[in-house]
């Protein structure tokens, strides 16, 4: 079993960055697929930046080098960190973690995942 916890999600104006946290605990694999996605209401959800067990990393398109995804091995923590931030990327950021499976993870279904973190980007 895993368990994924968020946070760093908080108000900003444009233009402003957020860290976002995604702690893992319960059994870890080996091999795995770490992904963030964004839900914002009457949208459905999109993925954003995903990881795997080889340190490989995948972007939306959107994403245009603004988020980069990375982990504390040490700490077993996962971050996004995301910069010039948009009204747009108003959403619930959900962490999410797949067992047992490498590469592609941008595209893959999802077997657990976190209650979610709210970015709000407003001026």
């Known amino acids: 079993q895993v368990q994924l916890a968020e946070s760093g999600g908080d108000s900003v104006q444009p233009g402003g960055s957020l860290r976002l946290s995604c702690v893992l605990s319960g059994y870890k694999y080996p091999t795995y697929c770490m992904a963030w996605f964004r839900q914002s209401p009457g949208k459905h959800r999109e993925a954003v930046a995903s990881t795997d067990g080889s340190g490989g990393e995948s972007y939306a398109r959107w994403v245009k080098g603004r988020f980069a995804i990375s982990r504390d091995n040490s700490k077993e923590v996962f971050y996004l960190q995301m910069n010039n931030l948009r009204p747009e990327d108003t959403a619930t950021y959900h962490c999410?973690?797949?067992?047992?499976?490498?590469?592609?993870?941008?595209?893959?279904?999802?077997?657990?995942w976190g209650h979610g973190t709210q970015v709000t980007v407003s001026s």
């Open positions: 999410a973690y797949l067992s047992g499976v490498w590469g592609g993870c941008l595209d893959r279904d999802y077997e657990y």
